[in-house]
């Protein structure tokens, strides 16, 4: 005797047999398999940002701790070009650790608090990879890149030099027409 099936059965298994992955394993075939998913790209590249920065996948706001900010910039830039510490800074005693490449991290009773980015320096060695602040301007933009950028606003009563700031979170220098420093948070100048 035959069995009828029903037209929405039919339909059921005409579309599981559509589905068929041919020779594409199964998730749980790839993980027994050894097989796994791609990663997403990590870059190697230090972001500088307004309220912190990132070191390749991880990311830090201003507060966050010494050592972890340290040892994620360590990870990409190599081992700090140096160390030093004010105790006069109007904001209270200072730590400030060196990279290659100009990045100075400010610390604070082993807070991150502050960033400071400057063009390379004579006897200076090139950063192990890259360092970006977040949007187009850069250090090296010209003069006129500068003025044009979002937010600026030249500071007229700086005694420290062509000071500007970008919006309220981030501030540099010019010299010789071109962005010679940036930098975000607490500083000791």
Do not use: K
Not at 35 to 55: K, N
Not at 61 to 84: D, H, K, M, N, Q
């Amino acid at each position: 005797m035959a069995r009828r099936i029903s037209l929405g059965v039919a339909v059921a298994l005409l579309a599981l047999a559509a589905c068929d992955s041919n020779d594409v394993p199964s998730p749980a075939q790839r993980e027994a398999d050894g097989l796994r998913s791609p990663s997403p790209q990590v870059t190697d590249t230090v972001e500088l940002r307004g309220d912190g920065l990132a070191a390749g996948p991880e990311a830090f706001y201003f507060a966050a701790g010494r050592r972890e900010v340290e040892t994620a910039l360590s990870a990409i830039l190599g081992e700090p070009s140096g160390t030093s510490a004010n105790d006069e800074c109007g904001a209270g005693p200072m730590e400030m650790t060196d990279f290659e490449g100009g990045l100075t991290v400010n610390t604070a009773n082993d807070v991150l608090g502050g960033w400071l980015w400057r063009m390379p320096q004579e006897g200076d060695a090139p950063p192990a990879q890259e360092i970006a602040l977040v949007g187009d301007l850069q250090l090296g933009s010209s003069r006129a890149e500068a003025e044009a950028a979002r937010g600026f606003l030249a500071i007229t009563d700086s005694t420290l030099g062509e000071e500007f700031s970008l919006g309220t979170q981030l501030g540099g220098f010019i010299e010789a027409d071109q962005v010679s420093m940036l930098y975000a948070g607490t500083q000791c100048f």
